[in-house]
């Protein structure tokens, strides 16, 4: 194909996080030229020339088997694994009504499916840092502009940018759970307030974390500690927001003894190995993932809670999906941004994000929070799904992206 004309694209991506390259990158494989695709964002900090020397940063994902897979095809995992990327094997679950190295401690391992583990911790910034990396080896123009405006015509979307204008016959909102363009598209989004804040953290542990990612349900949130290369844990502590408040600004000493208690002494005596930083949770859910010749992809569509860490892998799966799904065009030789594309892209990722979801939430209600006769029987109901190899294997597959309707990308 021709290069486009300034500011003429097949595609234009805003938002440059992990989500956004992922897509552009993967749109390359589906067929269309990488000067035809850019992604726009206000700020696209070049990466160092050796990943190793970015700064830890405290925001960390469980990438699943599936996401393993996107990246590779996206040309940037060996840069991901590369860099402080730690494999865990297991994960081992309780609720607090239950001692944490009993028989009613569900415990996963990756040995029971024949898999090598059951994914990969990495920072946001290493994965972020790889991913536009691989977009610049590919030749995917990343421009730097703050969008203010969108029209769509029967032919292209239109973004200006102060006294900038960029076409594209489609652009993927990919900026994330407070979207400029999910709003300008109006598309809108169903908002619900968890009441509950995620505080984060690195630190270190008495006894070693086995390469296991460790989670009490605690009956007013979730306690996380995931592991990492070093030894120490990334720790996800989701509370009600006024304890939350008050452990993120309390002395070291008593922000240790409250997480070592709410793991139940698990790994030991904890220490704090960071600063603290907090995260509101919400739950979003964007009204519609398309519109005339805009998709979301990520957060910018919804927004779940982390008790799952199942965030950034469903915005993987909405990339390989999207690229799919013009894949598809492409062969039919009709262009990116057709609406009944797009239409097919979302009844497919909407419905598995909205099965996600729920389930997450029902997680969220029963287990982490839950109080009644409902839920004290699915607190009881826990430990028998370590009893039952084959309910054991759907929940593995389907944690670890290898369940559901799958994009190429991710088989």
């Known amino acids: 194909m021709s290069a486009p004309p300034p500011g003429a694209f097949d595609v234009l991506v805003v938002g440059a996080g992990p989500i956004g390259l992922a897509t552009a990158l993967l749109l390359t494989r589906a067929g269309l030229a990488p000067a035809r695709i850019a992604v726009c964002d206000r700020k696209i900090p070049a990466p160092p020339a050796e990943l190793a020397a970015l700064p830890i940063d405290l925001r960390v994902f469980a990438l699943s088997r599936a996401s393993e897979k996107i990246l590779r095809a996206a040309g940037a995992w060996d840069d991901v694994a590369d860099t402080r990327a730690a494999p865990y094997e297991r994960m081992h679950v309780w609720h607090a009504d239950v001692p944490p190295h009993g028989g009613d401690a569900l415990v996963f391992d990756a040995a029971e499916i024949g898999e090598r583990d059951l994914g990969v ?3 946001n910034a290493v994965l972020q840092a790889a991913l536009a990396r691989a977009a610049r080896r590919a030749g995917i123009p990343l421009l730097e502009a703050q969008i203010d405006s969108l029209s769509q015509d029967r032919r292209h979307a239109v973004l200006r940018a102060g006294d900038r204008e960029l076409r594209a016959s489609l ?4 900026d994330g759970a407070r979207s400029v363009i999910r709003e300008l598209a109006g598309l809108g989004a169903r908002r619900g307030d968890y009441g509950q804040t995620a505080l984060v953290a690195m630190v270190s542990t008495a006894r070693a974390h086995e390469h296991t990612a460790w989670q009490r349900f605690l009956g007013d949130g979730t306690l996380a500690f995931l592991p ?7 720790i996800v502590w989701s509370l009600p927001t006024a304890r939350a408040e008050q452990l993120l600004v309390a002395p070291v000493e008593q922000f240790e003894r409250a997480l070592t208690a709410d793991l139940d002494g698990a790994l030991g005596a904890v220490r704090l190995e960071s600063e603290r930083v907090k995260f509101p949770l919400w739950r979003v859910s964007a009204q519609g993932y398309v519109t005339a010749r805009v998709a979301l992809v990520g957060d910018a569509a919804h927004v779940v809670h982390p008790l799952a860490g199942q965030g950034a892998n469903l915005g993987f799966l909405d990339a390989a999906a999207l690229a799919d799904v013009i894949a598809d065009g492409l062969r039919r030789r009709e262009d990116p941004g057709a609406h009944s594309l797009l239409r097919t892209y979302e009844r497919w990722r909407r419905s598995e994000n909205e099965l996600m979801s729920g389930a997450i939430d029902v997680f ?7 109080s009644g006769k409902l839920a004290e029987f699915a607190q009881r109901g826990l430990p028998w799904v370590g009893k039952s190899p084959l309910v054991k294997r ?11 309707e799958l994009p190429s990308a991710a088989r």
């Open 364 to 370: 969220d209600r029963l287990l982490a929070r839950g």
């Open 171 to 174: 652009v993927v909102g990919a």
């Open 121 to 123: 911790i990495t920072e």
């Open 228 to 234: 990492l290369r070093d030894g120490r844990s990334s």
């Open 394 to 404: 759907v929940f593995i597959e389907r944690a670890m992206g290898l369940a559901g």
